[in-house]
């Protein structure tokens, strides 16, 4: 049992060397929110990268939303996580054509690649999650 944890503790510090990151990183807290101004340099990253189109009124989100700051927790040295307003930031939401909330968009290299719409459960999103980073 010793020995397990023991590789275990190895294994993780082995994953952080190579990833350039260790326990004193300060990782993101969360998705980032994003805006009009700022969301096209955010998705051109080469990471992978899920941003939920979200709305304050909309009840379906509040339920998303705990979701996908989750996955931000779980995989935030392997994809980028942002949150977009859709009544503050209408020329996104436009551009990719949003119409029912919450969207989930998927970004590989500043592309689109995959959607979920609605009140999705997180073993969706994380499936789809791990089909693009791999």
């Keep these: 049992?010793?020995?397990?944890e023991i590789?275990?503790?190895r294994?993780?510090?082995?994953?952080?060397?190579?990833?350039?990151?260790?326990?004193?990183?300060?990782?993101?807290?969360?998705?980032i929110d994003?805006?009009?101004?700022?969301?096209?340099?955010?998705?051109?990253?080469p990471k992978v990268t899920m941003v939920d189109f979200w709305a304050p009124w909309c009840a379906p989100c509040r339920f998303v939303s705990p979701v996908?700051?989750?996955l931000s927790r779980q995989y935030s040295?392997?994809?980028?996580?942002?949150k977009v307003n859709v009544d503050e930031?209408?020329?996104?939401?436009?551009t990719f054509r949003i119409?029912?909330?919450?969207?989930?968009?998927?970004?590989?290299?500043?592309?689109?690649?995959?959607?979920s719409i609605g009140a999705v459960p997180k073993a969706l999103l994380e499936r789809k999650l791990k089909a693009l980073i791999q």
């Design 89 to 94: 930031n209408p020329m996104v939401s436009s």
């Design 7 to 9: 590789e275990n503790i």
């Design 68 to 70: 996908v700051d989750e």
């Design 34 to 45: 994003l805006t009009d101004s700022t969301f096209v340099n955010f998705v051109k990253s």
């Design 77 to 82: 040295t392997v994809a980028n996580f942002g």
């Design 11 to 31: 294994k993780k510090m082995a994953e952080e060397l190579l990833s350039g990151t260790n326990a004193k990183t300060t990782k993101p807290s969360g998705p």
């Design 1 to 4: 049992m010793e020995n397990d």
């Design 99 to 115: 119409q029912s909330i919450p969207t989930i968009m998927f970004f590989k290299n500043g592309k689109a690649v995959d959607a």
